[in-house]
């Protein structure tokens, strides 16, 4: 058997300094260079959108119905100018801000409870279960009731759209976390408050910030629908107030251009905010790709 | 059930002599786990006693509750009868003082860089202040060679140089003892063989007390200064040996010793032999 193998002799060699090697690159055409960036890819997928609209527009040629893009932009442009958009803008935002802050305070709370007692997680899971699926909307008669007409109720209706969402998300980051961190942050002595802070947040924080981000578009969904429903009697409404008026009004291109803003704001809170987040967090520590 | 003595302790009595009373005091300790339906005992009355400096070993196949006795020791788990004692007090609870290195490469918090994870270790303990921990992250890291990688994140990393910032981690917080549960398990063969070196020579460095568990005799031989023999369903001790002088022993007392731990674990015809007993 052994002799059928021919003896090979060793083989030494001496492979050359790696600095010898020149890096081999290949310039990138501006095109190619372009369609990498994530932004420019979107922006050709947003003007394509804005095309198609407008050539659909044009066809149909209803502006009651569908008013062109154009139109909307002009509509949108004047509301700003003269229309005070921008304030009702801000006057949905500080609002939609203050329930989200107390919407998140309080899902901080109920999921440390959840996880620092038995009771804490029935509760909290209990409690999901029964509000989770309840819309927002269908509290608002009673948070009119109870709260008057005006910001109170409003807050009151944001919290519920953003503590389930949140809570749930966060609590499910909490159980996910591999074991052996948990015996880790134990092992430093670690308890309590602290050990919620320092370990299972940053831990669970690909969920958290998956709540975070369902939470925001929770809460405007339901500012704008709460606004819609009684803008009628409010003076000073936001956005909602704003489509609302202007359907009463038929300017359909301003109640586009209310969307539209609605629109424009979730795409900046989602590009620049929790992309950020997310970025300098989650990607950076190699949790999400 | 006769817990078997160990017939061959030459160097065993200087040793003693100089600690007095031993560092870790294992006395009859019976761990069970709660599994929803059978209750399984991982170990049965087991006593062992670790010294000062001791680099002790708990070798076994797998199922002879060797991790399960370490997270015991880490306070993650109390036994049902028996008890712990590190320096004289009873195991509550994990704490600062017994550091775990795991097997697992995800114990490195992967939000925090090499040397913020060796520092938080140091702070959130309440050990030192940020400006001192830093100081000694640093030299630790410097101490497994990783110096050039302070400030990657975890996810950069090998899985050798994980464990190693891991054991940087352990070592820095200086605790009475070091538990180490398989860290090299994961790793192949070439980097484990390296990483044992290292382990070697760190501990002629500093001489701190280490209790490791693997199930590898080779490296049970290599590591252990003292090895304690388990066997499985559940783990009781078998034998409490000591190992070779590490750095002058030459492979045919390794061979002879190896053969004989193996002898003993595998000594019932019913168990397997042919465990696997990589190196």
Known sequence: MAEAVPVRPNIYRDPPDATQFSVVERPLGLWERAWNNGAVRKTVLLLTLALVWQLYALRLDNPLLIPTFLDTVRAFRDAIVSGGLLGKAWYSIRILLIGYAAGLALAALLTTLAITSRIGTDLVETLTAMFNPLPAIALLPLALIWFGLGTGSLVFVLIHSVLWAVALNTHSGFMSVSNTLRMVGRNYGLRGLPYVAKILVPAAFPSILTGLKIGWAFAWRTLIAAELVFGVSSGSGGLGWFIFENKNQLEIASVFAGLFSVILIGLAVENLIFRTIAARTVQRWGMQG | ?279
């Open chain 2, 1 to 279: 059930m006769d817990i078997a003595q160990a017939d061959a302790a030459p160097a065993r009595t200087e040793q003693a002599g100089t600690a007095g009373t031993p560092l870790l005091d294992v006395r009859g300790v019976t761990l069970q786990y709660n599994t929803r339906e059978p209750l399984v005992t991982a170990t049965w009355r087991v006593d062992f006693q670790v010294l000062r400096s001791d680099r002790f070993v708990l070798l076994g196949p797998s199922g002879c509750g060797k991790s399960t006795l370490l997270k015991a020791v880490g306070g993650y788990l109390a036994p049902v009868e028996g008890e712990i004692r590190l320096k004289g007090e009873r195991i509550g609870r994990p704490g600062p003082d017994r550091m775990m290195v795991f097997q697992e490469f995800d114990q490195l918090l992967p939000w925090k860089t090499v040397l913020e994870n060796v520092t938080f270790a140091l702070t959130a303990s309440g050990k030192l202040s940020r400006r001192e921990a830093a100081d000694k992250a640093s030299h630790y890291i410097a101490k497994v060679n990783l110096s050039g990688f302070a400030n990657s994140y975890p996810h950069t990393l090998s899985g050798g140089m994980k464990q190693r910032v891991a054991i940087a981690r352990g070592m820095a917080m200086e605790p009475d003892i070091l538990l180490m549960d398989e860290p090299f398990a994961a790793l192949d063969a070439l980097t484990r063989r390296k990483m044992q070196e290292e382990l070697l020579q760190l501990w002629d460095d500093t001489r701190f007390t280490v209790l490791f568990v693997t199930h590898s005799i080779p490296e049970a031989v290599i590591i252990g200064s003292r090895i304690l023999l388990l066997t499985p369903h559940p783990g009781r001790v078998k034998a409490e040996i000591e190992s070779l002088p590490h750095g002058h022993a030459d492979a045919k007392q390794r061979g002879e010793l190896e053969d004989s731990i193996h002898h003993m674990l595998f000594a019932d015809p019913g168990a397997a032999a042919t465990e696997a007993t990589h190196g």
